[in-house]
């Protein structure tokens, strides 16, 4: 279970595992509902080595120290999925203010940080189905960007079927329309009653389920999953945290924090993962919404949603109370029993707490502070008026970012930017455009979207545009409109795959 074996670790089991990366990625179930990881990371030796490589290379070098074996040519094509992004840097790091800068995630095709592992990942399990003539259907649910980004990686395949589960009325305009509109005979939408944490309890539901498991191997095909309980998510979340070493080693930066605006916490293991590997990453903060369970965790060591309820926020992919990568945390500083425990808690009674000394340990290295949809419109405003556009997650990360900077923390800090702020144009609007709520309200994104074009040009003399595969969005026909009980998904899909 260490780095010399291919073998990965389970999050609730000390049984060792004979689960190599790629049966984990194809079937993520493992023992008492826990989740496959990493475990006994090596540091590399010479990390300055990766910061001559190009950002595929590195991915490489990050696969290999994690023994992540994979056949060259499968990565290989799963690499080159980056060279349909809009920048050649893949992940720009942006400095915005005197040490503080913007890893910007969003220059993949649906324009949303998911594209980084979701984009690799779809043709790496194209490439396997393939080779092994098996076919696959996969399960995603989303708060908005996850969807997205799984079915414009799977469009079009000939060995998969991918479904997308999202809460009806949970998402901006764009990030239904990036669903909706999807036409690939492969694809499924399934809009339901319900929030976030009910789509992903039910994508779970459906893993564990033998019942749907047999019928839809009895359908020929194999089960997987897109979403971030899947290991392969989260190894390839690792590699852009080296893209900001490798930026400021140039400037004679050799440490830093990084800021996450995070709800199912996958993007901010990732950081946590780089940081085994030898990363220079000091701390690492997390930013919450008001769906504050990270704070509250992170700060008091309880994870209480008991009485807690889902609130819908500017910033809705970190709508989140159920946080699938904690556990991945837990495991790495406690170990499977641990974690069984903890988590086993969570399932039954929506509660688990760690004693002071586990949380002190944690807080050697994690922070949090949550922020509410007032604060987070004010951090979109502060940040335009300095000149730099940001979506409403980033601007969470970004008020952490600002406050830490009052507490006289001269750490260089990087907000790591989640979205394209075209994706949230009514909240980018409300703190942009000097527009009454009644006329807000009465605009649809398109409308917004010139509106703020408009306001970049008035107070900054910027000429901006949206780019056309945005705008087309609104010209397309929504195809996947229908509503659906949660309850009645598992009729619904196996009858689907079946035609």
């Not at 098996?134 to 079915?151: E, F, H, M, N, R």
């Not at 009910?198 to 979403?227: E, M």
């Not at 807080?363 to 922020?371: G, P």
């Amino acid at each position: 279970m260490h780095n010399k074996q291919s073998f990965l670790a389970q999050t609730r089991s000390k049984e060792v595992t004979n689960k190599t990366f790629i049966q984990a990625m194809l079937d993520p179930n493992a023992d008492f509902g826990g989740l496959y990881t990493f475990d006994n990371i090596a540091p590399f030796k010479d990390i300055k080595k990766l910061y001559s490589l190009n950002y595929a290379d590195m991915c490489k070098e990050i696969f290999s120290q994690l023994d992540i074996n994979l056949d060259k040519d499968m990565l290989d094509y799963a690499l080159q999925s980056y060279n349909n992004f809009r920048s050649q840097d893949i992940a720009p790091l942006v400095n915005i203010e005197s040490n503080l800068y913007v890893l910007e995630l969003y220059h993949g095709p649906t324009y949303a940080f998911k594209d980084m592992a979701l984009q690799p990942f779809s043709r790496l399990l194209d490439s396997i189905a393939k080779k092994q003539n098996k076919k696959y259907l996969i399960l995603s649910a989303t708060s908005g960007d996850t969807g997205p980004a799984t079915l414009s990686g799977f469009a079009n395949s000939s060995n998969i079927k991918a479904i997308c589960i999202y809460p009806k009325g949970g998402t901006s305009d764009i990030q239904r329309l990036q669903m909706t509109t999807q036409d690939a005979k492969n694809l499924n939408v399934f809009g339901i009653d319900g929030d976030f944490d009910l789509a992903q309890s039910t994508l779970k539901a459906l893993l564990k389920d033998k019942d749907f498991r047999d019928s839809v191997n009895s359908s020929g095909y194999a089960l997987s999953v897109a979403n971030s309980v899947n290991i392969a998510r989260i190894a390839f979340q690792i590699a852009y945290y080296f893209i900001i070493a490798k930026e400021l080693y140039k400037q004679n930066i050799y440490n830093f924090d990084v800021i996450v605006p995070s709800g199912n916490f996958g993007n901010a293991l990732g950081a946590f993962f780089a940081k085994q590997l030898g990363l220079p990453i000091t701390k690492i903060c997390i930013a919450s919404n008001p769906n504050d369970i990270l704070t509250q965790f992170f700060t008091t060591g309880i994870y209480d949603i008991k009485s807690k309820k889902l609130k819908l926020s500017y910033s809705p992919a970190m709508d989140i109370l159920k946080s699938s990568n904690i556990e991945r945390l837990l495991f790495a500083y406690f170990g499977a029993d641990r974690t069984r425990d903890l988590m086993q808690s969570l399932d039954t009674n929506n509660y688990f707490s760690i004693t002071n000394n586990e949380l002190l340990e944690i807080q050697k290295i994690f922070e949090a502070k949550s922020f509410s949809d007032n604060e987070c419109i004010g951090g979109i405003r502060d940040s335009f008026n300095n000149g730099y556009v940001i979506d409403p997650h980033t601007s969470n990360a970004y008020l952490f970012a600002k406050y830490r900077k009052q507490c006289d923390i001269t750490q260089t800090q990087v907000i790591i930017s989640t979205a394209h702020f075209a994706k949230f144009a009514r909240a980018v609007c409300k703190a942009t455009c000097d527009l009454d709520s009644k006329t807000l309200e009465s605009l649809n994104d398109k409308e917004l979207l010139s509106n703020i074009i408009s306001s970049i040009k008035n107070k900054h003399s910027k000429e901006l545009s949206i780019d056309s595969s945005i705008l087309e969005l609104f010209t397309k026909q929504e195809i996947h409109t229908k509503r659906y009980d949660a309850n009645t998904l598992k009729e619904h899909i196996l009858s689907w795959i079946r035609l």
